[in-house]
């Protein structure tokens, strides 16, 4: 289905919505929407690290990596312990 077709359908389904039920569909798309500009605001911000370590040795960069597993496998190794379980 072509954009503008999507865009005509989905302002037909809320000319139909009761009036008592309209600030609810406002506050769906709206936060949708302010969704989505964060996804994006995120995107970018992660994106300015991508290829930071592209110059770093490999001999280095493998033992940046095993340090950060092992740093992992301490931080979440009590996790089992501290959970609580509902019978």
Same mark, same amino acid.
């Given at each position: 289905m072509? =954009?503008?077709? $999507?865009? %005509?359908?989905? @302002?037909?389904e809320?000319?139909?919505?009761?009036?008592?039920? $309209?600030?609810?569909?406002?506050?769906?798309?709206?936060?949708? !929407?302010?969704?989505?500009? =964060?996804?994006? &605001?995120? =995107? &970018?911000k +992660? @994106? !300015?690290? #991508?290829?930071?370590?592209?110059? @770093?040795?490999? !001999?280095?960069f493998?033992?940046?990596s095993?340090?950060?597993?092992?740093?992992?496998?301490? #931080?979440?190794s009590?996790r089992?312990s501290?959970? +609580?379980? #509902? %019978?």
């Amino acid at each position: 289905m072509k =954009t503008f077709e $999507l865009h %005509d359908k989905v @302002m037909e389904e809320i000319r139909l919505i009761p009036e008592n039920r $309209l600030s609810e569909i406002y506050n769906l798309i709206h936060f949708f !929407r302010l969704g989505l500009e =964060t996804d994006r &605001k995120n =995107t &970018k911000k +992660t @994106m !300015r690290f #991508a290829g930071c370590w592209q110059d @770093m040795p490999d !001999r280095e960069f493998r033992e940046f990596s095993e340090e950060i597993s092992q740093r992992r496998r301490q #931080a979440f190794s009590g996790r089992k312990s501290r959970e +609580t379980f #509902a %019978d």
